[in-house]
């Protein structure tokens, strides 16, 4: 059964030769004389070994022994424990060496866990069993692997010297094949993974086997990198699933991974799409039969970021035929209305289930290259992920026509998702199967170049909103717009304070592309509203922010990266209630948004630069004690040695004045600080004889 050769002896006697043979096939005899030892290779069947002895008197009678060869070991769990360790809970009494094949039987009263890497010859896991590798670790196979079960935790590696075979239809939960003689995927079965499949030497044949598979529990599987230089590693299909979160009925901007182009039918087995013709031309009918899925044609695209009705083009059928391929490279915008049936003729619609969709097709592989389009618009391109797996975007390459940023749809923000727009040099996890928006403002120099190293097992960016620190780096300030307890997103703005920018619009900024329910923005001095804007920012300068909400909430916005040069300080300023509060990162300032037009537009909220005051150390000044400090409702604000009429005066942090009192000689007055915002006020008594000045903190 694979074991190291043993050996066996007879009496030796001198002047005698002796003749050893094995009735069986599979077993090599080394050796002569009187002691020999054997060798058992793989598909060895039992037999009776032999000896006669010859002498100069003739030949002895056969000395025999019945040598039963196991095709396997199997585990039997006669310990009562899961360690493959121990020998009990091997039907041969003994840990399988590497060159044992190996069944895991459904019939054992408990399942194994690997205590280490280990190596086996040929695995077979039954239905219903599941075999526990450490993280970290590696259950190699040397020879053929049939699972029907699951092997999970770390990986499995195919490490063979001759072509491997997998059957079943198990899962294997990391699998990696390194074998110069490739692997094959049995006809008609299948081999799921739940993780991620990691090519290393050799081409894994997949005759349309090979499933990644998709759940709220162990995430979407992906396809990684492969182990050294790049080479076709994959031969055949492969079937992707990708599992979306209920809760949420909106658009997603969808990308396939495949090289070939293919139709919307992949998808209509598992959501409902529509569209003209209905049932005729593949969709599910309804009773206008509205399109719910489009694709984007840059070439007649009007460029506008409010309604470019001219470059979303509905799917007219979803055969994948002519204007209906869904190309590789492209994105697809799809209304995901919740599992298949869900969604259709209700007003409302209740919240949709989760859903998974399937795919199947030759996978892209190595570099591949996108070249985008540009017309005498913006030139907007909608682009997909090529691979099935997470990209960083900020390990890709483009062409110097391509614009500086992209932007993603993100379903969960707001009611119905919004757009969020990040520079391309920044890291950002685009997941498996979706796709960005970006631009092209010629036909030269317009390329994406995706490359296998930006391939990443880091998890999606799904929240857009957690940094830590000034993730964008020096001179970043990110605003975030929150409602509901911060737990619903809306919209960001991205500002760069960079004195080799201009305040109006350049390359690196990026126009507002209008979301369905609520847009803050930037406005640039000749106009345009940005979401992602660089600019030179020195004291004194004013940055006009704009506000567009459908909904009439209290909101928040939120200091979520603060990073700016040394001596600037930003202010957010809400001119409609004339509060100035001072910017740093954690900072948040609430308002709401009424029926009153002034409430929201152009005109309701600004950034102001300014320096820094120096009022480090006058908490409490000599002469001039203020109590309670920090405050949250009242201050006391007393004064030693003063004569005549004093004015008392708290001002925020660029010089406006919140409020005045006076009072008279040494009298100690009492202000009300509740109605401040929270930050940094200075406090000031002018007095015929002198000035003093001190700060307090507002919680």
Same mark, same amino acid.
């Given at each position: 059964m694979g074991q190291p050769s043993i050996s066996y002896t007879v009496p030796s006697v001198s002047g005698v030769v002796y003749n050893w043979s094995y009735s069986g096939t599979g077993v090599t005899l080394i050796g002569s004389g009187n002691s020999i030892t054997i060798d058992v290779s793989h598909g060895a069947t039992s037999g009776d070994l032999s000896v006669t002895a010859?002498?100069?008197?003739?030949?002895?009678?056969?000395?025999?022994?019945?040598?039963?060869?196991l095709p396997y070991m199997s585990w039997t769990c006669g310990a009562g424990n899961n360690n493959w360790n121990d020998p009990a809970n091997w039907d041969g009494g003994f840990v399988p060496y590497g060159t044992i094949n190996v069944v895991i039987p459904a019939s054992a009263s408990c399942q194994p866990t690997l205590p280490a890497s280990f190596s086996v010859r040929d695995l077979t896991v039954a239905p219903g069993v599941t075999i526990e590798v450490p993280s970290g670790e590696v259950l190699t196979i040397t020879g053929n692997a049939s699972i029907e079960g699951t092997v999970c935790g770390g990986y499995v590696v195919l490490s063979g010297t001759s072509a491997q075979t997998l059957t079943g239809h198990g899962t294997v939960c990391s699998l990696k094949l390194d074998n110069p003689a490739g692997a094959v995927i049995t006809p008609g079965d299948s081999i799921h993974i739940s993780h991620n499949y990691l090519p290393g030497d050799g081409v894994l044949t997949t005759n349309g086997g090979l499933v990644l598979l998709s759940d709220s529990l162990n995430g979407t599987a992906t396809i990684l990198a492969p182990v050294g230089p790049c080479t076709n590693y994959i031969n055949g299909n492969v079937v992707v699933n990708k599992w979306i979160h209920g809760g949420r009925r909106a658009f997603r901007?969808?990308?396939h991974p495949f090289s070939v182009s293919v139709g919307l039918d992949q998808l209509t087995d598992d959501i409902d799409i529509t569209g003209q013709g209905g049932a005729a031309n593949g969709f599910t009918p309804t009773l206008t039969n509205n399109p719910s899925a489009f694709w984007y044609n840059t070439l007649t695209g009007n460029g506008s970021a409010v309604n470019d009705s001219t470059g979303w083009?509905?799917?007219?059928?979803?055969?994948?035929?002519?204007?209906?391929?869904?190309?590789?490279?492209?994105?697809?915008?799809i209304l995901v209305r919740g599992a298949l049936g869900e969604g259709i003729g209700c007003t409302p619609c209740a919240n949709p289930s989760s859903v998974s969709y399937d795919m199947t097709g030759p996978v892209n592989m190595c570099d591949v290259t996108v070249n985008l389009q540009t017309n005498?618009?913006?030139?907007y391109n909608f682009v997909g992920n090529p691979y099935p797996a997470n990209i960083d975007m900020s390990m890709i390459t483009t062409?110097?026509?391509?614009?500086?940023?992209?932007?993603?749809?993100?379903p969960n923000q707001g009611v119905y998702g919004a757009y969020i727009t990040q520079p391309f040099n920044f890291s950002y996890i685009l997941p498996a199967y979706s796709a960005f928006i970006t631009t092209s403002s010629s036909n030269t120099n317009n390329t994406i170049q995706f490359t296998e190293a930006a391939k990443t097992a880091s998890e999606s960016s799904d929240n857009l909103f957690k940094t830590t620190g000034s993730a964008f780096g020096p001179g970043s300030v990110q605003l975030k717009i929150s409602s509901h307890n911060d737990s619903l997103n809306w919209d960001r703005i991205l500002l760069f304070t960079d004195g080799s920018a201009t305040a109006g619009t350049d390359l690196r900024d990026a126009k507002k592309l209008t979301n369905v329910s609520l847009d803050f923005y930037t406005k640039s001095s000749d106009g345009n509203k940005l979401s992602v804007d660089f600019r030179p920012v020195i004291s004194g300068d004013i940055i006009p922010l704009g506000l567009r909400a459908?909904?009439?909430?209290?909101?928040?916005?939120?200091?979520?990266?603060? #990073?700016?040069a040394s001596g600037l300080q930003l202010y957010l300023k809400d001119k409609f209630l004339n509060i100035v509060q001072p910017m740093s990162e954690g900072m948040i300032y609430s308002f709401q948004v009424?029926?009153?037009?002034?409430?929201?537009?152009?005109?309701?909220? #600004?950034i102001s630069a300014g320096t820094i005051s120096s009022v480090a150390g006058l908490d409490n000044a000599p002469g001039l004690v203020i109590t309670p400090n920090p405050a949250t409702d009242n201050i006391q604000v007393a004064m030693e040695g003063l004569r005549g009429k004093s004015v008392v005066t708290i001002t925020n942090l660029i010089g406006q004045t919140i409020f005045t009192a006076s009072t008279e000689g040494d009298n100690a007055v009492s202000l009300s600080v509740a109605s401040l915002q929270p930050g940094v006020y200075i406090v000031t008594v002018i007095n015929d004889n002198e000035t003093r000045t001190a700060r307090v903190i507002k919680n």
């Open positions: 010859t002498n100069g008197c003739g030949t002895s009678p056969a000395r025999t022994i019945a040598l039963n060869v901007f969808l990308g083009i509905p799917y007219t059928h979803t055969n994948g035929v002519g204007v209906n391929s869904w190309n590789p490279m492209q994105g697809a915008r005498a618009n913006v030139g062409g110097s026509a391509v614009g500086a940023n992209f932007s993603v749809w993100d459908d909904s009439q909430f209290n909101y928040t916005i939120k200091v979520t990266d603060y #990073e700016v009424t029926s009153n037009p002034q409430t929201q537009g152009d005109n309701r909220f #600004e």
